[in-house]
DNA sequence: ATCGGTGCAAAGGTTTTGCAGGCGG
DNA sequence: CCGCCTGCAAAACCTTTGCACCGAT
């Protein structure tokens, strides 16, 4: 995509403002809410548009956890995610090397040029681990 | 998931076998075009409804590659997934345990519980290698 | 002034579901 | 027989898109 002649409109600051607020991935219709209260009249369609040109041109990511539906995240720094089976929240792991690790392994196959390797966890958050310890 | 009280009907066991037929990790749209082949009168929600059912009881494995539709796929052995970014094709790769490495690199973190990692890879394929080379 | 962006609403694609009848164990 | 399963169709969701107007550069 052409990230060059992308304008800075008012509707997309915000968008990306309310993204880097928070650390909740939110999908786009979460942070459609959010952005509502500061831009009241905005569409959820330019909040799409808006998400897919800021993931394409590297200001935000777009994630898919298999729910059905996207995330974003406006953290760019290199990190993992991990899914609550619990309560189904999406949670950073921060980064340890492996994406190297895998990809050297995966290199000797040689049948396919791999180009990018996609992970993500699944499992019981801190919240729900200490509510399991309650009950 | 109950998975005591299911009945494997006919459109159930043909839903499967066509399923185990492919390597071609097909979409639940897919694969209803084939068992409409041998069952012309069931329903794309039958379909539907099987594969739920089959993947919850861990008869077959239900992909999400961030396509916006889910695959299916009958093979259980353990294997990854690399989605081809110039024909779409998803295709096997063959299994090595990084996930147990991953897992034992990420239990240190301690403030949650891992319980999966999702691994899925993104290039090119053979055949399209191959015809880079051509042109 | 240009041309990308916006709001609105409709449409698109995938998946789920309510219902009445059918059939597997 | 009981109760899971089916076909059908509508609905539920998430996301994209056509259009006419607006506004960033």
Same mark, same amino acid.
């Given at each position: 995509m052409d990230c060059e002649n992308t304008r800075m409109t008012h509707q997309r600051r915000v968008v990306l403002e309310e993204l880097k607020k928070t !650390?909740?991935?939110? !999908?786009a219709d979460e942070l459609y809410e959010s952005v509502r209260k500061r831009l009241p009249n905005i569409s959820l369609g330019t909040v799409y548009r808006n998400l897919e040109i800021l993931s394409a041109c590297g200001q935000a990511l777009k994630l898919d956890l298999g729910e059905g539906k996207k995330r974003f995240d406006g953290t760019l720094d290199p990190h993992y995610h991990l899914r609550c089976v619990k309560c189904g929240r999406v949670i950073d792991v921060p980064y340890v090397p492996i994406d190297k690790k895998i990809e050297k392994q995966m290199?000797?196959?040689?049948e396919f040029k791999i180009t990018g390797v996609q992970v993500h966890f699944e499992g019981i958050c801190a919240d729900c681990l200490a509510k399991e310890q309650t009950h």
């Open positions: !650390t909740a991935h939110p !999908t290199k000797d196959l040689g």
